[in-house]
């Protein structure tokens, strides 16, 4: 039961409803009338921020923006608490998570989080990295399942160093366990070995629960998506890989409906490159996933257009770009907030449930970028260069636009609609807000 409550929090899904309602009015003038603007709030959120290190802060404040718009269209009110973590959280306090960092975040409906890291504490010992903070929040949060979407727009296919032919039409999800393995498991430390040299060490280890809870999630997911899942191991060596394998062909009999296949992890990373397309669903553990969901991001020509998804059986999910904090850049407005705005669009899909909202967002990312909209590392000759704040307004300009090309659309089905009709006739365009 425990198993089937943790996928059913991560794949909420609410059902989708027109954005407005079309109703025949008394014989009145026509009249249009837009509510979403100004429809008070029916649902409030608690939102932590996590800005961190780097670009971080500067890509977290055009998601904020975008986060506000598009519920606001939606009678949606968010309530945002900004909190230090990474490297930030180091110089601040002393520590890259802090006490209240995390409460706070726990007690949010989602969490939101830029980048962490830079080469100013590349060399702290590892209790003071800011990785280490990262690390801690996961677990902290219980946050077990990363989803990492990886898909080739066609805005942006040249953009990708594979041939158009290969990366053209790429749409994968990779499935990460995220809070167990080798980046989690005991023993570890250093020490040294019989014969007196200095040694570190590192346990790869897997428990039932771990591997059948993330199958699961990974299952759900493919059977939403084309029905096939691939699992990635390397059960021709390792005892922990052989244990995932036989845990996931378990799980699989609850699933008959979606394809299992087996793949171990060096031709997974061969595959990836070679004809990415056959791929739907991956799973995999966590520093496999880690590898992989990287070298995917560079199939679709910037790892600055990638979000990922946190989650757990319970309480919030956090949901972040999939980028480092590129300290070169940072303060530069260079950054592209692109996976940082459509990390947002996973937390209202995949975090609330908001999928008319995040949808909003996702319509919004794909007009901007049919406009030619371009940062640095997505440009190619005949865009238009632009930095962050500006990519940051254009996408606020594509979200606000939606509404008013739903009411020219309706206006121009009013028209339709008198032009074969005899007598007068009126309809009101409100908006549905349940």
């Known amino acids: 039961m425990a198993a089937s409550a943790s996928f059913m929090k991560i794949n909420v899904q609410h059902p989708i409803k027109p954005m407005f309602l079309l109703k025949p009015a008394s014989q009145k003038p026509s009249r249009i009338r837009c509510a979403a603007a100004t429809t008070k709030p029916s649902k409030r959120y608690s939102i932590t921020l996590l800005p961190g290190d780097g670009i971080g802060p500067e890509v977290i404040s055009v998601a904020k923006h975008v986060l506000i718009l598009a519920g606001s269209l939606e009678g949606i009110e968010f309530n945002f608490q900004e909190m230090p973590m990474g490297g930030s959280a180091l110089d601040l306090v002393g520590v890259p998570l802090p006490e209240e960092t995390l409460s706070a975040a726990k007690k949010s409906d989602a969490v939101l989080l830029g980048a962490i890291g830079g080469y100013k504490w590349d060399k702290n010992e590892k209790h003071l990295k800011p990785e280490t903070g990262l690390l801690q929040l996961r677990e902290g949060l219980r946050v077990f399942a990363n989803l990492r979407p990886a898909t080739v727009l ?49 346990t790869e280890v897997y428990a039932t629960y771990e591997v059948d809870r993330i199958a699961r999630v990974a299952f759900e997911t493919a059977r939403k998506r084309h029905g096939k899942l691939c699992s990635v191991d390397k059960a021709n060596v390792l005892e922990a890989s052989m244990f995932w394998r036989k845990r996931v062909i378990a799980v699989a009999a609850e699933y008959p409906d979606v394809e299992l296949s087996h793949m171990y992890v060096d031709n997974a990373a061969m595959q990836l490159v070679r ?14 996933g880690d590898i992989l969901s990287d070298e995917a991001s ?12 946190s989650l757990g059986s319970s309480g919030p999910g956090l ?12 303060n530069q407005d260079k950054a592209n907030p692109l996976a940082t705005v459509l990390s947002a669009a ?9 999928e008319k909202a995040a949808k909003r967002i996702e319509n919004a990312v794909l007009d901007t970028l049919n406009k030619g909209f371009r940062t640095g590392d997505i440009y190619s000759a005949g865009n238009k260069l632009v930095g962050c704040k500006e990519m940051g307004e254009e996408v606020l300009k594509s979200i606000d636009s939606q509404v008013a090309a739903a009411a020219l659309r309706f206006v121009q089905l009013i028209e339709q609609n008198k032009s074969s009709q005899h007598g007068p006739s009126s309809f009101v365009i409100q908006k549905d807000d349940n």
């Open 319 to 330: 949901f972040e770009p999939i980028h480092g904090s590129a300290p070169d850049i940072a």
């Open 275 to 288: 004809n990415p397309k056959q791929f739907d669903t991956i799973v995999t553990n966590n520093i496999f």
């Open 154 to 202: 066609p805005q942006l296919v040249d953009a990708s160093t594979l041939k158009k032919e290969v990366a053209e039409g790429v749409d994968l999800m990779v499935v990460r366990e995220l809070t167990g393995g080798i980046y989690f498991g005991k023993p570890r430390g250093f020490g040294t070995n019989e014969d007196g040299e200095e040694i570190g060490f590192n």
């Open 298 to 309: 560079m199939i679709t020509g910037s790892i600055g257009m990638l979000p990922s998804a």
């Open 346 to 354: 996973m937390l209202l899909k995949y975090g609330l449930g908001e």
